[in-house]
């Protein structure tokens, strides 16, 4: 169902509908963070996330098109544009953003699991490695959920401001 609505939203930005696709997006990655990591939902709130950073593109909303990529950026510093698929300015735009990313202060954040074998760690919904972790991220506000075999940890909350150890319990 979030697949359609996310294909439904980018026939409407390619409609010229901007604000109603902004609508559907919208509703999609409220939808996607209430999926379960195990269903893999990155790729899809990814997609989600470029095409609401394009929509706002289309409506002279600079801003919220960069917290767009943003969201995508945090977690995945490595992400491209396809530049067969996507207007050179949103390519630029993008890496203007990486590039001052890449140079702003990170704050540790690291991730074990109380009981139990190694497990998987995603954050917003990406894929980041196995406990015990220790990531370099962006000061905010973050969803951590952890997945071992078919236990699957209720996402916690972590605002980073400064270093933190999250332990969770499977």
């Not at 929509?55 to 002279?60: H, Q, R, T």
């Not at 995508?72 to 698929?85: E, H, K, S």
């Not at 690291?110 to 995603?122: C, D, K, L, M, N």
Request: aromatic share 4%; no cysteine; net charge neutral.
């Amino acid at each position: 169902d979030i697949e359609r609505q996310v294909e439904s939203a980018k026939a409407l930005l390619y409609g010229g509908q901007d604000a109603r696709g902004l609508e559907v997006i919208d509703r999609s990655l409220a939808d996607l963070e209430r999926v379960a990591p195990t269903a893999g939902p990155w790729p899809l709130t990814e997609q989600a996330l470029v095409l609401q950073a394009l929509m706002f593109k289309n409506l002279d909303r600079q801003k919220e098109m960069l917290e767009s990529f943003r969201r995508i950026v945090r977690v995945a510093p490595q992400f491209r544009l396809d530049p067969d698929a996507h207007p050179p300015s949103a390519i630029a735009a993008l890496e203007g953003l990486k590039k001052e990313l890449a140079r702003a202060r990170k704050v540790p954040l690291s991730v074990r699991a109380e009981t139990g074998p190694t497990a998987a760690v995603f954050v917003d919904g990406a894929p980041l490695g196995a406990t015990p972790l220790r990531l370099e991220l962006l000061p905010g506000a973050y969803r951590v959920a952890l997945v071992s075999g078919d236990a699957v940890s209720f996402p916690r909350r972590v605002e980073l401001t400064r270093e933190t150890t999250l332990t969770v319990d499977l």
